[in-house]
């Protein structure tokens, strides 16, 4: 079935560093991928996603890949924010009514 | 627009005790889903629906019950709740699919003694 690995956290860094948080899946078939977040307290939200292979999504700064020849879907932004400290989660979809999560990583910007 | 919203915010129950989870949306969605959070898990689908009066199970399925009599409630039943039960359940809908924006509520934190 389908399934979706992300790297373990917890990651800690300072502000203005480069983040990756590197998420890789298995699909049948052409899933649909997506990166969505989850700031304290809330629900998760829809960061950015992409539908096919080589589309970049791109969001707030966050931007992400799709490369179906490794079969990942990495999410990087340059230079983060205090603000951007929340759990971040990769997903995929492959047309089965079904959204698949990754376990989450959690993310926290010192100042 | 309210968008998702989840009632109660938190609860507690004793093994055995049934209870339902309010879930509602005002976008019209068709899809509506269940997730439960469990730390170092992510979210596990629980149930779907793809419209009115259609249901299907999801990934984790076993111990909760689903209804979609309307389009815009789908509630979570728990008919006898077990403390593997305790988690964060989260409702979310999109128009027609995952595939598209999925909107969440705020949660509901469950604890079952």
């Known amino acids: 079935g389908n399934s979706v690995t992300q790297m373990e956290g917890p990651v800690t860094l300072s502000e203005e560093a480069f983040l990756t948080i590197n998420c890789t899946y298995t699909?049948?078939?052409?899933?649909?991928l997506f990166w969505y977040v989850q700031y304290p307290g809330e629900g998760l939200q829809l960061l950015l996603k992409a539908t096919k292979a080589d589309d970049k999504g791109s969001n707030k700064g966050f931007e992400a890949t799709y490369r179906k020849e490794t079969t990942s879907f990495h999410l990087e932004k340059g230079s983060v924010q205090v603000s951007d400290s929340a759990v971040y989660f990769c997903a995929l979809s492959e047309g089965d009514y079904k959204l698949s999560f990754g376990a989450g990583t959690t993310v926290t910007v010192r100042a | 627009n309210a968008g998702v919203t989840q009632t109660p915010k938190f609860q507690v129950l004793k093994t055995g005790q049934s209870m339902t989870l309010q879930c509602a949306q005002d976008?019209?969605?068709?899809?509506m889903s269940w997730y439960r959070q469990d730390p170092g898990m992510g979210l596990r689908l629980i149930h779907y629906s793809v419209g009115a009066g259609i249901t299907d199970q999801g990934e984790v399925p076993n111990g909760y019950n689903v209804s979609r009599s309307t389009t815009e409630d789908f509630p979570l039943r728990l008919l006898s709740a077990a403390p593997s039960q305790t988690s964060v359940y989260f409702c979310?809908?999109?128009?027609?699919?995952?595939?598209?924006?999925?909107?969440f509520g705020p949660g509901t934190r469950l604890l079952v003694l």
């Open positions: 979310a809908s999109s128009y027609n699919s995952p595939q598209e924006t999925q909107y």
């Open positions: 976008m019209n969605h068709e899809y």
């Open positions: 699909a049948t078939g052409y899933p649909s």
